[in-house]
């Protein structure tokens, strides 16, 4: 009979041992789950973050670029809004220039209180120049820079605060 007792107790330790084991093992299961969502969830984050930094790079590149670079050499972020407006005509008439930039949207705004789209009876009375524009579904980035053209009441460049636009696609 004693050798049953104490065997009896020797199982019931091994059981609560075991229960233990398991109980420990769904700790660290869950501790695990846990970490690897924050992880993911930090990850997105700096992904988005390094997609925002890659488009505001590439809006500065598109105004250093030929088509919107302004001609003085003074000013290398300058933004030339006479050429903006030659383009948005071009990128209307001609469906090669959609594809050219990557973006699915492309805007060049001067910082004002009205915001009005440039037309060929308004300018340059106007405020925004919507290169191009997708229908799809996307996040914008912007970049402060210097927008200049020819004032001809003043007869001379001046330059204004502006922004640049590009759209981001969503993932």
């Known amino acids: 009979m004693c050798l049953l007792v104490g065997s009896s107790r020797g199982q019931l330790k091994i059981q609560q041992m075991a229960f233990v084991l398991v109980a420990l093992m769904i700790l660290f299961g869950l501790i695990l789950v846990f970490y690897a969502s924050l992880k993911t969830a930090s990850l997105r984050t700096s ?29 290398a972020s300058c933004a030339d809004f006479d050429k903006a407006f030659v383009l948005k005509r071009r990128v209307q008439q001609s469906e090669t220039y959609n594809s050219f930039w990557n973006t699915p949207l492309l805007q060049i705004k001067k910082v004002a209180e009205n915001e009005i789209e440039c037309t060929s009876q308004n300018y340059p009375n106007c405020s925004t120049i919507t290169i191009y524009n997708s229908t799809n579904s996307f996040s914008s980035v912007s970049s402060f820079i210097a927008v200049c053209f020819y004032d001809s009441t003043i007869r001379k460049e001046r330059c204004d605060l502006g922004k640049i636009i590009l759209g981001v696609q969503r993932t």
């Open 47 to 75: 992904a988005e973050d390094i997609r925002e930094l890659q488009s505001q790079e590439q809006a500065r590149k598109i105004v250093g670029s030929p088509e919107f670079n302004y001609p003085s050499g003074s000013c």
